[in-house]
């Protein structure tokens, strides 16, 4: 026979309304009370009829979800991130992508998808901040990334604070000559400002002076444009010791540059990336990175947003996640691993 609710909720010595409320998503439950129903509910394998709930609340039971570029792998695990989390929370994501271009995000915005959706993780690059007219939608949605806009739920990641942690992470090392890769030259607001302005607070910090020669700009943040960046710092005849990489694709182009020029990382050169994509535990050498909690990040977002749809009417809320350096043999001491 089928595992009813009324199973579960004797299993964890709780009510058929505390069990609706936590397979639901309803915000205010107390942890420990959470955590026995779900434990209930894999113990039993109880599944939610969610077509016969999204029925009666009027809801489709899919949130949309739009990202600039499913080609960097960042956006791409991120979305595996936020599919698994609306998987356990017993929704469907639908994925698009913006191309990061105004127009396309847009269009994400007023999409014939927004009727198939209860609710939409947006993840725009191009729109400007004062554009913030344009995010006054009337369904719920949840922004990702680093650009503000008024009055909407918020979720983000720590950039200044962990690109600081990050070029610290050299200087502890003994790097004085510490090469950044993949600035936007003009850029206000976005993840490379920022985090150039978190290797700068590092710099100073360290009583190091800023040499903007250390300084290589990048387009789109892929092998290709770090390995184009490298390329021209040596090119250059730039003296360095040090890579700090805005992403870590971006360091696995440096990373393949100071290979084929025979720079042996770390022992001449220690490189530490930002993302911890997967890749990076399988680069040689192994890279390290910035975990910016793209877990929490996930499933943090995910959880506004299903608040919002349940009707939630709290101010917007601005989630910064945790983060924390990666330490592998790209920046080891003492070490010669190539």
């Known amino acids: ?49 969610t077509t016969a709930r999204n029925l009666r609340q009027g809801r489709t039971g899919m949130i949309g979800l739009a990202l600039p570029e499913l080609s960097l792998p960042y956006f791409a695990e991120l979305a595996d991130s936020v599919m698994r989390a609306a998987e356990a929370r017993g929704v469907v994501v639908l994925l698009e992508q913006t191309g990061a271009q105004r127009e396309r995000e847009l269009q994400a915005l007023d999409s014939p998808h927004r009727r198939l959706t209860d609710g939409l993780l947006f ?22 990334g680093e650009r503000m806009f008024g009055p909407v739920d918020h979720v983000t990641m720590a950039n200044v604070e962990a690109a600081r942690a ?56 892929h092998r290709s444009t770090g390995a184009e960046a490298m390329t021209r710092l040596l090119d250059a005849g730039v003296q360095l010791d040090g890579v700090f990489a805005m992403n870590d694709a971006l360091a696995l182009g440096a990373l393949h540059v100071l290979h084929t020029r025979g720079v042996a990382v770390p022992r001449d050169v220690a490189v530490i990336g930002f993302d911890d994509i997967d890749d990076a535990r399988y ?3 192994l890279l390290s990175t910035v975990d910016p909690g793209r877990e929490q990040i996930a499933g943090t977002a995910v959880d ?22 990666v330490a592998r043999e790209s920046c080891l001491l003492g070490q010669d691993v190539h």
């Open 1 to 49: 026979m089928a595992v009813t609710m009324h199973d579960v909720a004797q299993r964890a010595g709780v009510s058929i309304k505390t069990v609706s409320n936590v397979v639901n998503g309803y915000p205010h439950i107390r942890p420990e009370t959470r955590r026995r129903v779900q434990d209930a509910i894999d113990e039993l394998g109880y599944r939610l009829n």
């Open 123 to 144: 993840s725009p690059l191009a729109l400007e901040p004062e554009e913030t007219e344009r995010l006054q939608v009337d369904y719920p949605m949840v922004l990702l």
């Open 166 to 221: 990050a070029t610290l992470h050299l200087v502890e090392r003994g790097c004085r000559r510490i090469a950044t890769v993949g600035a936007h030259p003009g850029e206000t607001m976005g993840s490379a400002r920022l985090r150039l302005d978190g290797y700068r607070k590092a710099l100073a910090e360290a009583g190091l002076p800023f040499d903007p020669d250390l300084v290589a700009d990048a387009g789109l943040w």
């Open 283 to 285: 680069s040689e050498p």
């Open 304 to 325: 506004l947003l299903l608040e919002r749809i349940a009707g939630s009417t709290v101010a917007p809320r601005r989630v910064v996640a945790d983060f924390r350096i």
